[in-house]
């Protein structure tokens, strides 16, 4: 009996032994599969910050972040409008998404000169049909190195076409972009599966996908409408309505990465989740700036931001993204121009401030921030300093809405 009784007492803490044993076992695998990521690159050589100046479309809290963003598109952006993604290795090529930013990065703080030699690379490098390529080199041609062309950067180019209005010099690029939108619609009114910004291949329709789409579309509409070609506007608006009310079927209300297939319900009382693909960071864009505001996108948006920070303090791109606790600076900063586009200064700077403080030594805004709070990947990377070019504009004046 005595036995027994000091087996009982033992045993609570021979279980608790063997659950954190399993538990360290289990992070140390984690570490091993997922080690942390260090710098690359630090900064375009000969890269240097230009001098304070004044802007109404910038603000003094942070002037130099946005000045050492400003002055890494300079470097990035070469003389013939061929705007990299990083200096080095596989990110010195041009992705139509991140050339698009860079564009609009440019027309909202009033320079339209290297916006058009942006828009002026993408316009040599056009589909006459067909998807975008993933990516091109500086001097034009397709990358070919496996990766399937990408639907999304239809939708980007639209957007940075219509943001700084240049319709009527781009209107070939316009009409059959949008037009193969249209084209990838099927009878459920969506598009089929398709590499996003994650770069790989997929099996499922992602939201990474969809919202790009949709910005695309509202887009070339106002772009048709500006220029008095109403045939063109209500082929596209329709297109548009079929997309939008789908995605709104499919993927709502809470948008996750992929459809929602099913429907969890926690407790009585409470709001059902949708199960999908998890969170995904790309949510942002079914909102402001991207899209007109909706309190169902709002919520949703706060929520994925939410669930997709890091202990560190930023951004994973997705719930489904590898469980490493690094974060990426493109996600971060996307949710700060959300932020700011829908009103929350204080969402918005506090991911700005952060964004600031994790630079890296030379002042160029880093790929990733690894677990050590240590800047990582490359540096500089065009996407994120546009996207901290735009949020800190739309803190001073409100960007317009397609």
């Given at each position: ?114 916006a058009l030699d942006v828009l ?273 504009t739309a803190l001073q004046n ?5």
């Amino acid at each position: 009996m005595r036995e027994s009784h000091r087996r009982d007492r033992w045993f609570p803490y021979v279980v608790i032994a063997l659950l954190l044993a399993i538990l360290a076992a289990g992070t140390a695998t984690n570490l091993v599969r997922n080690p942390q990521p260090r710098l690359v690159a630090d900064g375009v050589p000969g890269d240097t910050a230009p001098a304070h100046t004044s802007s109404s479309l910038r603000s003094d809290k942070y002037d130099e972040l946005v000045r050492h963003a400003l002055a890494d598109l300079d470097a990035l952006t070469l003389p013939n409008g061929a705007t990299l993604a990083g200096w080095d290795g596989p990110w010195r090529y041009v992705w139509p998404r991140d050339a698009s930013f860079v564009a609009v990065a440019r027309c909202a703080i009033g320079q339209y000169d290297q916006a058009l030699d942006v828009l002026s690379f993408l316009d040599r490098v056009r589909p006459s049909t067909g998807r975008w390529q993933a990516r091109y080199t500086d001097a034009g041609r397709h990358v070919d190195d496996g990766r399937e062309p990408q639907l999304d950067a239809s939708g980007w180019v639209l957007w940075a076409t219509w943001f700084c209005r240049f319709g009527k010099r781009y209107w070939d690029l316009v009409e059959e972009s949008a037009d193969q939108i249209l084209s990838e619609l099927g009878p459920d009114g969506l598009p089929a599966p398709s590499p996003d910004y994650w770069e790989r291949s997929e099996k499922e329709l992602t939201i990474g996908t969809v919202a790009p789409l949709l910005t695309g579309l509202r887009s070339a509409v106002r772009i048709a409408t500006e220029e008095k070609r109403p045939v063109e506007a209500t082929r596209w608006r329709e297109g548009l309505d079929k997309l939008s009310a789908a995605t709104d079927r499919v993927f709502g209300p809470d948008y996750p990465r992929t459809p929602a297939r099913a429907r969890s319900f926690v407790e009585p009382g409470v709001e059902p989740i949708s199960v999908g693909g998890g969170a995904d960071a790309f949510v942002a864009v079914l909102g402001p700036p991207f899209a007109p505001d909706r309190p169902v996108v709002s919520t949703a948006i706060n929520q994925a931001h939410a669930v997709l920070t890091q202990p560190n303090g930023g951004v994973t791109p997705g719930e489904s993204w590898r469980a490493d606790g690094v974060s990426w600076t493109p996600q971060t900063a996307l949710f700060a121009l959300s932020a700011a586009a829908r009103g929350d200064r204080s969402g918005a700077e506090a991911l700005l401030s952060w964004l600031d403080q994790h630079r890296t030594s030379s002042g160029a805004l880093p790929e990733k921030v690894n677990r050590d709070l240590e800047p990582a990947g490359e540096a500089p990377l065009a996407w994120t300093a546009a996207l901290v070019v735009l949020a800190d504009t739309a803190l001073q004046n409100p960007l317009p809405v397609p």
